[in-house]
Nanobody, 126 residues
Framework: QVNLVESGGGLVQAGDSLRLSCASS????????MGWFRQAPGKEREFVAA????????NYADSVKGRFTISKDNARNMVFLQMSSLKPEDTAVYYC???????????????????WGQGTQVTVSS
């Protein structure tokens, strides 16, 4: 089993920046890619960004390109999401995800990720 724990969420104003962190533990040798999804109230869960552990290939949702940056720390089995120029529509619960199998670029499909964290709330006020 792989456990994922997110941190760094909070309440910010539009235009601010925020950095999310995700720590993985357990059988981390199974993980070949990690990423982030989000779910806003009343909306479906949507892909945000993902990174391949080997080589660092990344993938971003169109809605966050140029504003969000995903990065990883292989030694600490962690992934980060640097969010800039935040908008009220970025308000959501952000979930860290991990997968045992990752393509180039990493998938945007939720079903491609076997492991999910509990989520961290990000609220952007206007």
């Amino acid at each position: 089993q792989v456990n994922l724990v997110e941190s760094g969420g909070g309440l910010v104003q539009a235009g601010d920046s925020l950095r999310l962190s995700c720590a993985s533990s357990g059988r981390t040798f199974l993980v070949y890619g990690m990423g982030w999804f989000r779910q806003a109230p009343g909306k479906e869960r949507e892909f945000v960004a993902a990174v391949r552990w080997s080589g660092g290939s990344t993938n971003y949702a169109d809605s966050v390109k140029g504003r969000f940056t995903i990065s990883k720390d292989n030694a600490r089995n962690m992934v980060f999401l640097q969010m800039s120029s935040l908008k009220p529509e970025d308000t959501a619960v952000y979930y860290c995800v991990a997968t045992r199998s990752v393509g180039i670029p990493p998938s945007q499909r939720a079903l491609s990720y076997e492991y999910w964290g509990q989520g961290t709330q990000v609220t952007v006020s206007s």
